[in-house]
């Protein structure tokens, strides 16, 4: 260091500087008085449509995000063939309600002053009631809700799928053509053979279950019924 460095640090150490003024409100006032950037954000909307209708172009990928519907505990998978399958058949083993609501290890879930006579256990898991609103048969099924599917549907383009709500709670209504069900018990292996569904179905949650209501009723219809069942 040469001799003039060494005279202009020793003069910095004894020099007194002046206060720093504190600048940060000064800028928060200005920044709060800038207009919001409509434009930036505008742009960036816009970039993401383009993004989106880009994937939507392609078939295969359109063809991906069209074609599952997941809730908690069930899938629904649009196919162009549905799977072979038979009608209907035993709902599962009949019980009491108290037996039934031993064996699956959670209280049921029904229209006020339902008192079931029989209530068809599947596995241990899946409890179905039938009951009679709407001047029609209906199938009220209910499970408490796994990290996979336990319940898988398959229905083709006749078929409406369309999300919903219940109680704030998520939900999806399947109408129109038939279509088909498959069971998989709580440890994820195939339980029973699919079965075609031909009425119309409203699925969705409730706490920890999740419930499924069948048969020929509207859309506005179920979600009535399902509003009031607790």
């Known amino acids: 260091m ?9 003069l ?16 928060l006032v200005r920044l709060d008085r800038r207009p919001f950037p409509w434009r930036v954000v505008a742009v960036a909307l816009a970039v993401l449509a383009v993004a ?19 809730l908690r505990g069930v899938t629904v998978e649009r196919v162009e063939t549905l799977p072979p399958a038979v009608e209907p058949g035993q709902l599962g083993r009949p019980l009491s309600r108290d037996e039934a609501e ?12 339902t008192k ?3 209530v068809y256990v599947v596995d ?10 709407e001047g029609g048969p209906l199938l ?5 809700a796994v990290d996979f599917a336990l319940l898988k549907k398959s229905a083709t383009a006749q078929t409406v799928i ?22 998989f018990n709580r440890r994820g292996e195939f339980r029973q053979r699919t079965v075609l569904i031909r009425g119309n179905v409203l699925l969705w949650t409730d706490g920890p279950l999740t419930l499924r209501l069948e048969g020929r009723l509207t859309k506005a219809q179920a979600l009535d019924i399902a509003r009031v069942i607790r």
């Open 140 to 144: 009220l099924s209910e499970y408490r």
């Open 162 to 183: 369309e999300p919903v709500l219940v109680n704030g709670e998520p939900g999806l209504w399947l109408e129109g053509g038939p279509h088909t069900l498959t069971y």
């Open 124 to 133: 241990g898991a899946l409890a179905s009631v039938a009951l009679r609103e």
């Open 2 to 10: 040469s001799s003039l460095e060494q005279q202009l640090q020793r």
């Open 12 to 27: 910095g150490q004894v020099l007194e500087y002046p206060p720093e003024p504190d600048v940060a409100p000064a800028v």
């Open 116 to 118: 079931p006579g029989r």
């Open 52 to 70: 989106v209708g880009a994937v939507f172009t392609v078939p295969q990928a359109r063809t991906t995000i069209l074609k599952w519907f997941h």
């Open 102 to 113: 031993r064996a699956v290890g959670f209280e049921l879930a029904l229209p006020p002053g």
